[in-house]
């Protein structure tokens, strides 16, 4: 079956550090591939996402790049802000499945230090 | 874009009670409807989808249920709450129609459940 697997957190960065969140999937078929953020308290919203192989999905200085080869979808960001500590899932959703369910990661959680 | 709407907000309950949380979709017709929860620190749990009013999957068994009375509308229910059944409940949309590529969904600001 689909599944993501994102890597454990808590990820603890200061101010300006490289961010990287790995994330890689299995998929029967050729899935659209998401990355979203939550905010405490709050729902989930789209950071980004990539519908085939090689696309990069960009927003807010984040970026990942949909590598079919390595079935991998990393999100990275160069320079990484307070306000960016949230928690970040990665998700599919694969037509081939026949359903209309999204596969979702556990969520990595990332803590930016002033 | 969609906009979800989900009261209450927040909900303290005592184990035994009912529950009826409500969700509302603007912004586009006939979509795919979701619920999810989300324990403390936890990932999401898909718990019911629709496709359609009166079509409802349940993905995981147990004292919860769900129903789309209309397109643009989808409520969770539960007749006896467990302290189990605690958690942030999440609604989701994505567009209707065929099964398609690209279609993100798009959440609501979810409601937060203690069951004492």
Redesign the interface.
Known sequence: GNSVTQMEGPVTLSEEAFLTINCTYTATGYP?L?W?VQYP??????LL?A??ADDKGSNKGFEATYRKETTSFHLEKGSVQVSDSAVY?CAL?D?AS?????I????TRLKVLA | SQT?HQWPATLVQPVGSPLSLECTVEGTSNP?L?WYRQAAG???Q?LF?S?GIGQISS?VPQNLSASRPQDRQFILSSKKLLLSDSGFY?C?S?PGGR????????????T?LTVT
Do not use: D, M
């Open positions: 659209s998401f979203y308290g709050e729902g989930l919203q789209l996402k519908t085939k899932f959703s037509p026949g359903t209309y369910k999204y979702f990661g556990t969520g | 979800i795919n979701y936890r990932g999401l898909l989808y496709v993905e999440l989701a994505r099964i398609g590529f690209g279609y993100e969904q798009y959440f609501g600001p979810g937060r």
